[in-house]
């Protein structure tokens, strides 16, 4: 991978973008991992104004201190903007209103309402400002196992490194000069009050799940693998199964045309 132009192609297409869309901007959530890093980093190196928000539930001290360093990185782009928005007691008042009777049940759906209240506020600022909300997912994620939420992480304007798989971020974090803290950092969604990362809850890391996929995009045969290749082949599968509704444009139900044409 030429990761220059790399850089140099994302950077232009995001300028391009906004200035087609006409907004003014972008605005980026930052999580003190290295997906959010590199495309705050690209967004900033636009020239156009960046807002990067941080958005801490229940966040643990290493993830604040990742975040709170990256940003004070950035302060060397002009263009850069930063905003701090302690979402903790939206988060309890949200949880206290529809626990109820579904404690100890409704974990997942705690999970994915934090990430949820992290878009809307993204939304809020970027309706404040005529900006666009920039998604940090990479291709592993979006395309691969469906690892966001949907209408949380996944509710974007644009996906400047959908493209990229993980390995191919680090590259280009490294060029970048991201702070090394956060390109070695265990990657997590950043949902639960436990240390678990994303490996943790996938099963695999993302080095294997780009092998994986890359055996899927070739059409191996599955009965071909053996050993680990087709445990992680299967964890791919799955997961890409159980979330493809993610990845596929919202479902509408088209209406025959006699049906329509008939006066009522």
């Known amino acids: 991978m030429n990761t220059s132009k790399v850089i140099n192609h994302i950077v232009n297409w995001l300028k391009s973008y906004s200035i087609k869309s006409k907004t003014n901007g972008f605005v980026v959530g930052i999580s003190g991992g290295i997906d959010s890093a590199v495309t705050s980093t690209l967004a900033c190196m636009t020239g156009l104004p960046t807002l990067c928000i941080q958005m801490p539930i229940y966040q643990s001290k290493n993830e604040l201190l990742r975040s709170g ?17 302690d979402l903790t007691k939206t988060f309890e008042s949200f949880s206290k209103s529809v626990e109820k009777d579904h404690k100890n049940d409704n974990l997942l759906s705690l999970a994915n309402s934090r990430s949820r209240l992290r878009m809307t506020t993204l939304y809020y600022y970027a309706t404040l400002n005529n900006y666009l909300v920039v998604g940090t997912g990479n291709k592993v994620e979006d395309f691969g196992v469906g690892f966001y939420t949907k209408y949380g992480d996944g509710g974007v304007d644009l996906s400047p490194i959908a493209d ?37 809850q996938i099963g695999a890391t993302y080095d294997e799940l780009e ?45 025959p045309k006699e049906l329509l044409n008939n006066s009522i």
């Open 164 to 200: 990229l798989m993980k390995s191919q971020v680090r590259y280009i974090a490294k060029e970048l000069n991201i702070i090394n803290e956060i390109i070695i950092a265990k990657p997590t969604d950043g949902l639960w009050d436990d240390t678990r990362s994303d490996e943790d």
């Open 69 to 85: 360093k990256h940003i004070k990185w950035l302060n060397k782009f002009k263009n850069f903007e930063e905003e701090y928005i």
């Open 211 to 255: 092998k994986a996929m890359e055996l899927k995009d070739k059409k191996i045969s599955p009965d071909t693998l053996g050993g680990r290749s087709l445990e992680v082949y299967k964890i791919l599968d799955n997961f890409y199964n159980k979330n493809e509704h993610k990845m596929i444009p919202i479902p509408i139900c088209k209406i």
